[in-house]
């Protein structure tokens, strides 16, 4: 018998589970229970987590069952050559940025880039010009950045060496890859796509065409964000306009960056996932297109919702769906996991993001709809009313990132607590993070503008949640002991 009060952990994730909630958040996989594929791997789970031996090949050196099988991952991706990673896009993110830029270079990034790249680029005191992204103004989101930004920002920065985009974002808006690889090669700038979010792009021909096959230098992607893979599973891809020596780099630091006992069921997961896609991705995201397409129209009937579409984004994966109410992100989200058991991927001010995947079932897909409108029902005052124009994105993509002070050195400064509201023209010496979508708000060593301060205290009235590296405070901050 098990005594779960001395397991925590396991007795949390099992009362969660235990709720049976509809699940529309990471990983893509739903536990099926009937795709035979995945049921096969479930059994063989232990008996496939062995380690590097006869028969075994080596994740980090392959030359037999990993490499045939990294060869038919690349065939699938389109890539010349893709890498499994088994520490997620976030390994795959340092490996290709390391790989292929030196300590100081100059690169262009977009502002609403995850902190994996802003970690890389601290890691590698890399000097970043920031590309600022296209807002949707109904949605109060940032969205992806044109070639017409790229240009306007490689003007300012000739010496830049890399581009690094973010395609699709959170919320499913994709880049013109095409159109920005183009102007990359032509001006001898390396284009890493962070493409985490788009992994299933190259099973469908009905979904946006992946930044690998569009001209990227490398992508990664994250297979267990909306494929069947196990959470931490991530591919990198890289592209024939690499050299030898810039692909050896890469393979170089993936090394670098992934467990040196890599996990075998995660890349038994990844491989029986392209399997499976490659088999039956045609199929499935007809299906479930489809079935979007019915949810997505019961939902624009409720008076005041929206849903992001090609109408605020030229090209845009249809499978993430990004709901807009009058009601705020959270309670929404509290209403729907405690009344209808509905749990979505993230929120974020009055938007509601939901990670739709071939594996929902479709009473589940349309259970968001009718979820949404007994929302809408129960709350008709609150969903009338016409205060609070959402006002957030634009200043919070805006604002100028200072930095002082190099990230490694803030951690051995002098450092002390101060309410937030003070804190203007001050150093942080910690780090403030929004998670999900993990887009960070401050750095260390980073300067504290006004900007920081309200985008800080919109989202703490938003009741966002924010990740904190230093502090136990809500309305305070770490920051440098002397004065900037
Ligand atoms: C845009 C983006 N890039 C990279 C990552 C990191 O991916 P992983 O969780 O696979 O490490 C995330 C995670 O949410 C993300 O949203």
């Not at 920065?157 to 959170?170: H, N, Q």
């Not at 183009?182 to 099973?203: I, K, M, P, Q, T």
């Not at 999900?436 to 920081?452: A, C, H």
Request: hydrophobic share 35%.
């Amino acid at each position: 018998m098990i005594r779960f009060e001395r397991v925590p952990l396991i007795k949390g994730l099992k009362l969660y589970t235990e709720e049976k909630n509809a699940r529309f958040h990471m990983p893509g996989h739903r536990n099926e229970e009937d795709m035979e594929e995945l049921r096969y791997l479930k059994e063989n789970l232990f008996h496939f987590d062995v380690t590097e031996v006869e028969g075994t090949d080596n994740l980090h050196y392959p030359e037999e069952i990993v490499k045939e099988s990294e060869i038919l991952l690349a065939e699938a991706m389109g890539a010349m050559e893709s890498l499994y990673c088994i520490n997620g896009s976030t390994a795959s993110n340092y490996a290709m940025i390391f790989g292929l830029l030196r300590r100081n270079d100059r690169i262009l990034v977009q502002r609403n880039c995850h902190q994996s790249i802003y970690n890389a680029i601290a890691l590698l005191d890399l000097q970043p010009a920031y590309l600022i992204p296209e807002v949707i103004e109904d949605f109060d989101l940032p969205s992806i950045v044109t070639l017409e930004e790229l240009k306007r920002m490689h003007r300012k920065s000739p010496d830049a060496r890399a581009v690094i985009l973010t395609s699709p974002t959170y919320h499913g808006t994709v880049a013109d890859i095409e159109r920005l690889s183009a102007y990359c090669r032509e001006n001898g700038l390396y284009l890493l796509v962070d493409e985490a979010h788009g992994a299933h792009f190259s099973f469908s021909d009905l979904l946006p065409q992946s930044s690998i096959r569009r001209g990227a230098h490398a992508s990664s992607v994250s297979f267990h964000k909306t494929l069947p893979a196990m959470t931490q599973s991530s591919v990198l891809n890289l592209s024939a306009l690499l050299s030898d020596k810039e692909r050896s780099r890469i393979r170089h630091y993936h090394r670098v960056f992934q467990s040196s006992s890599p996990s075998y069921p995660l890349l038994c997961s990844m491989e029986m996932t392209r399997y499976y896609m490659e088999e039956h991705g045609e199929r499935l995201y007809e299906e479930l297109i489809a079935r979007i397409e019915v949810l997505k129209a019961d939902l624009l009937t409720i008076p005041g919702v929206r849903v992001l579409s090609e109408k605020e984004s030229r090209i845009y994966d249809t499978t993430r769906l990004v709901v807009n109410t009058p009601l705020s992100g959270v309670l929404m989200d509290e209403t729907l996991r405690r009344e209808h058991k509905i749990q979505c991927e993230m929120t974020e001010g009055r938007n509601i993001i939901f990670i739709l995947t071939p594996f929902d079932r479709e009473d589940d897909l349309m259970k968001i709809g009718r979820a949404i409108k007994d929302v809408h029902d129960q709350n008709e005052l609150l969903w009338n009313r016409k205060d609070d124009p959402q006002s957030y994105v634009r200043y919070a993509m805006n604002y100028p990132l200072l930095r002082k002070f190099k990230e490694s050195d803030v951690l051995f400064m002098e450092d002390e607590e101060i309410e937030i509201k003070d804190a203007h023209n001050r150093v942080s010496s910690e780090k403030i993070i929004p998670y999900p979508p993990g887009i960070p708000l401050i750095l260390p060593g980073e300067v504290i503008s006004d900007e920081v301060i309200k985008t800080y205290l919109h989202l703490r009235s938003h009741e966002a949640n924010i990740l904190r590296s230093g502090t136990g405070g809500n309305d305070t901050i770490r920051v440098l002991r002397e004065e900037v």
